[in-house]
């Protein structure tokens, strides 16, 4: 099992297969950014199967595609099946914008994605429009459900709870994803690059005590899917919602994460700078044994917590550069 210096056990992997996302969420990517990475730079199928095998025969059970938009990615169910295969990966899910979701979830599904996360900020179309830079959320919420249909369990919506923007529609994202048996995710927006520093937070403290009481939510001990939210569910436990605070209660001293981006660099914490280049090295004809000792290396870089709220304009890569 791969260990940090603080003694943390690092099990889960989120791989970025790439930047480039077709909505412009105002707390991603900046407006008129083009600065992707460039095409020759990514990491292919094979560079990415060997590599994620050395990190689960170290211990990674746990792998999530992410972006960007991973369904921008040629051949994703692909690139999910070599995934899946790779003995001692049990865990293989996936997060979404869903806009093409709908025209390949089955073959996700039949490749070996078992969970997918779908970013939802809005159920009103013209707030979609604001937050996602255009007409989104019919094509969304069609590929939400095609995800559904095709037997993803569970299917997690992400909502970034922002102030003035979408904070009046948090009750009726708690009714539709209970309507339709989703888990809901809120989200404190992070500080990462102008955008992340720019959006409308607001603390989910008060939102929780608002909507335990409202919708009779109680503390949930059950784990779903090895990340840091916090879950409460409704009494007869149909439905979870659960809470993510990395700024007003950061959860730093169980962060099991770590990030590969899609040009082969490995972020050690979203709010710090730490990182590891193995795209030199798997293009240099680095042996297994050199790969091994390399992410062990790596995760001892790991720092120990992140300084969102100390130093909020230190990260100025925004969150697609990073994967999510």
């Not at 707030?127 to 989104?136: A, F, H, N, P």
């Not at 503390?219 to 779903?224: F, G, K, R």
């Amino acid at each position: 099992m791969l260990r940090d210096r603080f003694g943390r056990s690092i099990d889960y992997l989120r791989l970025s297969v790439t930047d480039r996302c077709d909505l412009r969420c105002t707390y991603c990517i900046p407006k008129g950014f083009k600065g992707f990475e460039e095409p020759s730079h990514w990491l292919t199928f094979d560079e990415l199967e060997r590599l994620l095998s050395i990190f689960a025969r170290l211990g990674t059970s746990r792998i999530r595609l992410t972006g960007g938009e991973p369904l921008l990615r040629r051949n994703l169910p692909e690139l999910a099946g070599r995934i899946a295969r790779i003995p001692g990966i049990r865990d293989l899910s996936l997060s979404t914008n869903a806009t093409r979701l709908g025209r390949h979830a089955q073959a996700l599904k039949d490749a070996g994605v078992s969970r997918i996360n779908v970013s939802l900020d809005s159920l009103d179309r013209g707030c979609m429009e604001q937050i996602t830079g255009r007409d989104s959320l019919e094509q969304i919420l069609e590929g939400i459900m095609a995800g559904k249909a095709a037997g993803f369990d569970p299917v997690k919506i992400n909502m970034v709870a922002m102030r003035g923007i979408n904070d009046g529609e948090i009750d009726a994202m708690v009714e539709f994803c209970i309507a339709h048996g989703f888990i809901l995710r809120l989200i404190e927006a992070m500080p990462m690059g102008s955008t992340g520093r720019d959006a409308s937070f607001m603390e989910l403290g008060p939102i929780q005590a608002r909507l335990q009481q409202k919708f009779g939510l109680q503390p949930q001990a059950l784990e779903i899917g090895g990340g840091p939210a916090r879950y409460l569910a409704t009494a007869d436990g149909r439905a979870s919602v659960g809470f993510i605070t990395p700024m007003s209660q950061h959860f730093c001293a169980t962060c099991n994460r770590v990030r590969l981006a899609v040009d082969g660099t490995l972020y050690l914490c979203l709010g710090q700078e730490e990182k590891f280049e193995f795209r030199p090295l798997l293009r240099g004809g680095a042996t297994d044994a050199e790969l091994e000792a390399a992410i062990r290396q790596a995760i001892e870089l790991k720092p120990q917590k992140h300084e969102f709220r100390e130093q909020p304009e230190k990260i100025i890569r925004f969150m697609a550069q990073t994967g999510g």
